[in-house]
Every structure is written in structure tokens, then in C-alpha cells.
């Protein structure tokens, strides 16, 4: 975790890459498409990726509500 948003992105896109989708179950196999599909996303610019941290405040602000 203490390595560059950058860093972890690629790393993460390794690990789901390495995943040989033969030796995975069906719900294994959809899992990796959509990983593979939300990195697709925030690649194009479809979506715009926020700090994790920015993310658990918003969700933390909206359970207290």
C-alpha cells in the first residue's frame, strides 16, 4: 500500500492478468471480466478513479446519515 497510486494500478493489472481463466469457476471467470472491464474504464476516461481514502470518508458520511 505504500507504493505510488501508479505503481499499485500496474501491479494490479498484472495480478489480474496473470489469472489463467481455465483453471477458475464460473463466477471466478465473470469476477476477472469485470476487473478487467472497470481497468478498461478508467483507462478510457470513462470513469474517473478517486483516492481510496476520499472514498471510504464518503462512504463512512453516508452510513451516519
Known sequence: ????A???ARLADLLVESL?????GHIDR???AEAKRRRDDVRSGRVEA???DEALQKVR???RR
Open 1 to 4: 500500500m505504500t507504493l505510488p
Open 6 to 8: 501508479e505503481s499499485r
Open 20 to 24: 489463467d481463466a481455465q483453471e477458475l
Open 30 to 32: 465473470l469476477w476477472v
Open 50 to 52: 478517486i483516492p481510496g
Open 61 to 63: 458520511d453516508a452510513i
